[in-house]
């Protein structure tokens, strides 16, 4: 079964821009997608087909996939954005999920 | 209002079964796939079961596979999962999600629905 890693955490300072990896075999040749996950809410997807955001994400959310890695960059980051994230692709008709990366704003 | 709402955890016994529901509103259910996600205390998200918009096929993974059906009635806008010989490690809280169009993503998410598998 496919498979995917993302570092557990990541920390960044407010106003900075900071980088969450996911890695897999080929992972560039799978549109991943993104979602962000406060404690005690629902997941929110905030990235989908690499790069495309959906209506009422915020610009400083984008995102990249290339050869073994994709990556979601939160540029201007703000409290608001510490969150669990995690990247997800589609592989021989199961969903897969990365382990999730927890992004601590200090 | 673009809404997913799921019903029926709880509490269930060991090797007991539990059938869950999520009602969709404000778009046309039977245009879009539908899934399950769940996660459990403390761990990451992990896919359950997805279902077409047709219903014709189900897909589970290797986890519940053979013990949890996905079923969908478009009459009633209403995806189901039915989850028999419960483990403890069954335990979490069970989202249902919409699959985009034309992307591979779940871009509407119910609320949460928490299970909880105990002797």
């Known amino acids: 079964s496919y498979e995917m890693t993302q570092p557990p955490s990541v920390s960044v300072s407010p106003g900075q821009t900071v980088s969450i990896t996911c890695s897999g075999d080929k992972l560039g040749d799978k549109p991943t997608a993104w979602y962000q996950m406060k404690p005690g809410q629902s997941p929110v997807l905030v990235i989908y087909q690499n790069t495309k955001r959906p209506s009422g994400i915020p610009e400083r959310f984008s995102g990249s996939n290339s050869g073994n890695t994709a990556t979601l960059t939160i540029s201007v980051t703000q409290a608001m954005d510490e969150a669990d994230y995690y990247c997800q692709v589609w592989d021989k008709s199961t969903v897969v999920f990365g382990g999730g990366t927890r992004l601590t704003v200090l | 209002e673009v809404q997913l709402v799921e019903s029926g955890g709880g509490l269930a016994q060991r090797g007991g079964s539990l059938r869950l529901s999520c009602v969709a509103s404000?778009?046309?259910?039977?245009?879009?796939?539908m899934r399950w996600v769940r996660q459990a205390p403390g761990k990451g998200l992990e896919w359950v079961s997805s279902i077409p918009r047709s219903g014709e096929s189900t897909f589970h993974a290797d986890s519940v596979k053979g013990r949890f059906t996905i079923s969908r009635d478009n009459s009633k806008n209403t995806l189901s999962l039915q989850m028999n010989s419960l483990r403890d490690e069954d335990t979490a809280v069970y989202y249902c999600?919409?699959?985009?169009?034309?992307?591979?993503?779940?871009?509407?998410w119910g609320q949460g629905t928490m299970v909880t598998v105990s002797s």
């Open positions: 999600a919409r699959k985009m169009d034309r992307a591979d993503a779940s871009d509407i």
């Open positions: 404000g778009f046309t259910f039977s245009n879009y796939d």
